[in-house]
Structures are given as C-alpha cells and as structure tokens.
C-alpha cells in the first residue's frame, strides 16, 4: 500500500509532494470536508517547511491536513487510544538519575565502568548509550543468551557492552516498575497498535512521509507497521544509481523496496535545483561504462568517490589507509593531502591515533577549544548560570566537579 517517489528535495520531491496534496483534497465529495491527511517529517523545522510551502509559497488550503514528526504521530495514536495506564515521561534528568541509582544497587553493572568511584556525569553518558541501544530495537536479553559467555569471558570492552546489556534490561524493567512509558517505548506500543488496527490512522485519507533516509530501529517498526496496513506515500531524497545517493542506498534496497507498492523515479531537473550540474560532475560514474565515457582529460584531477564507515574512528581510519595507499602508489607526497571536515571536534583524538597507526605524518593547526579544558567549563557554567535559567543537569556537573568547592 505504500507509493514511493525518490528524487533530489528541491524542486523535483517538492512537486511530487504538492502535486500528491492536491490530488487527494480533489477526491474529496463536493460540499463536504476532505478526509484528514496526515504528512510526516523526521524533524519540526521540516515540517515547518512544507507547511510554508504549502500554504505561502503555493497558495495551496490546509484544511484537514496535520503535519506531525515521527514522535508526534505516535503520541496523538496513543493520545487517542490510551496509555495502558502508564505516564509518559521524557524528562533528561530523572532518567539520568534513574540510570546512577541502578549503578549504584547494582555494584557488579557499575564495576566495568568505574565502580562506585566513576564520575558523576557518567550516568548521562550511559543513559545516552542505552537510549541509542533501545532506539536500534536490540534486544538486550537475547543477545545475552546467545553470547553473554562469549561476551563475559573477552576482553575490557566486550565487558562493558555485556554489563551494558545487562544494564538495559534492568532501566526497562525500572520504567515498567515505576509505570512510565519513554519516547522510544512510546513509538513501539504505537507500532502494535497499527499492526492491531489502529482508529487514529485509519481516519487518515493517506499518509504522506516526506524527507528521511533512514531511521532508528524503532522508528522503522512503526514506519513498517504503518505503510503495510494504512495508504501511505513516500517522498524519498534518492537518485537510484547516482554515487553522490549512496547514504540512503542500503536503506532504501532493504527497508523501502519490500515495502513498495510502485516507485516512481522523478526527473531530478538537474538545471533548477541549488548545486546545478555540479552534482554529476563532481562524483565518479557508477557502472564501468559510464566511467570510461566520464573519464577525465589527461592533466584533469579524477571524480569524487563517496567510502562509507561507521563512526569517527573508522572514517579516520579509511582516511589514513587511503593517504598511505596514495602515498606508495606515487599518486602524490603526505604534505599534498589535506583532510576536510564539517567539524575537527568528534575527530580530533581518532585522527591522532589512526594517522600514527598507520605511519600518516599529520599537523593540525586548530587548537582545542578553550571550553574543553574543564576548568574553564566550570568558569563558563557559574558565569553563564543565571542567563540559561539554571538547568538541573549543568548544575549537578558543576557540583561534583573538582574545580567546584564551597567553603
């Protein structure tokens, strides 16, 4: 039941998207109100933009059509359908508080990470961990049966992540305890209740996803349960076979394509949208053919090619393996390379170890940032208290800092 159109954002899925809008409010019967169309958006600010779109820039009603987030989407489903008698709660604080008290009864989950004498900001940083792991939908107890011995008799880190397991199962069983319902418990009970018939989507006269190439684990469970049972469209960002897609390749091939009623590829208009014909020029062909016809003149530098890892460590591991492959084939010397990126920040300690790793000279100019020093991270907290309305959590981190002592 599920229609998907892939093409680049601007102009070609916004049209698609207006044109969709306009063909289902011109079903509806004359004199009475069209169905309720749902659209969705991984983020508001998205959201907010189509609304604009629709509305400002093409003139087009919005009566009966309700924008939502995935989130948003699944708490007006459960708004509507009830709770199970459970609270819903998203507060940062009290999880992070409910994570340290779960350390602190359970000695042997708090061991790996530094026992009773582990840092005070630590709970967060696990909270997030878990979060990330529960939002994947791992399932913390079966891997445990399967590799727990395994797990338990490894190394440090194979430690840590068995202790973390373990660590989830016991913050899932606390919130069912205490009655409390997370986002991430949220959007699976909202995924049951579409798989079991849910009024709430049904009342939609279709559901329009708009703008995502990929999902938490979670998130695609409901996407799932919501596309095999509800009408629904998708207006994915995709240009099948164009190497500068490659991000949403695998995503599309193993979550969208199953699901998949038609998929419409849309004429990206190559000469309307923001970076022109830069975009097929820039990236290497992707068939042997095409490479050879888009080869570059002698003297001319090659294509882009687009090399996927996972995580800081190991793009800066690739990064450092290319340069040293580069280097031995006479492409060029260590000082002609530069490395490029977004931010140096989640970089900064994995190049210094993969360039060394693998004997890749590097210098790098910037300097850390002041506030990493965590002496001037406490100064700015007491100077900047007042002004951010003292929030709960930079408060408890400058508490028990070393830098913090009342008299």
Request: hydrophobic share 45%; aromatic share 10%.
């Amino acid at each position: 039941m599920l229609s998907v159109f892939c093409g680049p954002f601007q102009p070609a899925l916004e049209d698609a998207f207006i044109e969709r809008l306009k063909s289902l409010k011109a079903a509806a019967r004359p004199g009475r109100l069209p169905s309720p169309i749902a659209v969705v958006t991984p983020s508001r600010a998205l959201a907010d933009r189509l609304e604009r779109l629709c509305a400002v820039e093409r003139g087009l009603p919005l009566i009966n059509a309700r924008f939502h987030t995935f989130f948003s989407l699944a708490l007006s489903v459960l708004e509507e359908e009830g709770f199970s008698g459970k609270t819903l709660l998203s507060d940062p604080v009290f999880f992070d508080r409910m994570t340290d008290d779960l350390l602190d009864a359970h000695p042997e989950l708090a061991q790996p990470f530094g026992g009773m004498g582990r840092p005070k900001a630590l709970a967060r940083s696990l909270r997030s961990s878990l979060r990330d792991l529960i939002d994947a939908g791992a399932a913390p107890q079966d891997i445990l049966e399967h590799f727990g011995g395994e797990l338990d008799a490894g190394g440090a880190e194979r430690q840590k992540l068995a202790a973390l397991l373990r660590l989830a199962m016991r913050y899932e069983e606390r919130q069912n305890e205490l009655g409390l319902l997370s986002s991430s418990a949220l959007a699976r009970l909202a995924a049951r209740r579409a798989e079991e018939g849910s009024a709430a989507l049904s009342r939609f006269q279709e559901i329009l996803y708009y703008g995502f190439y990929d999902l938490t684990g979670l998130q695609a469970d409901f996407f799932e349960a919501v596309a095999k049972h509800y009408p629904a469209s998708l207006f994915f960002p995709y240009r099948r076979r164009h190497p500068a897609f490659a991000f949403a390749q695998g995503f599309f091939e193993q979550k969208i394509l199953g699901l998949a009623s038609e998929v419409k590829d849309l004429e990206p208009r190559v000469k309307e949208t923001a970076l022109g014909p830069a975009l097929d020029r820039l990236f290497a062909a992707e068939t042997p053919d095409a490479a050879r016809e888009n080869a570059p003149a002698p003297g001319k530098a090659p294509r882009l090619r687009l090399m996927s890892a996972s995580g800081a460590r190991d793009e800066a591991w690739l990064c450092a393996k290319e340069i040293a492959k580069m280097v031995r084939a006479g492409a060029c010397r260590y000082e002609d390379v530069g490395v490029m990126a977004r931010t140096l920040e989640p970089y900064r300690a994995a190049l210094s170890e993969a360039f060394s790793d693998n004997a890749v000279p590097l210098s790098m100019s910037a300097r850390e940032p002041l506030l990493r020093e965590p002496f001037a991270k406490a100064a700015w907290t007491v100077l900047s208290a007042r002004r951010r309305d003292f929030p709960a959590r930079i408060l408890e981190e400058l508490f028990f800092s070393p830098y913090f002592r009342l008299p």
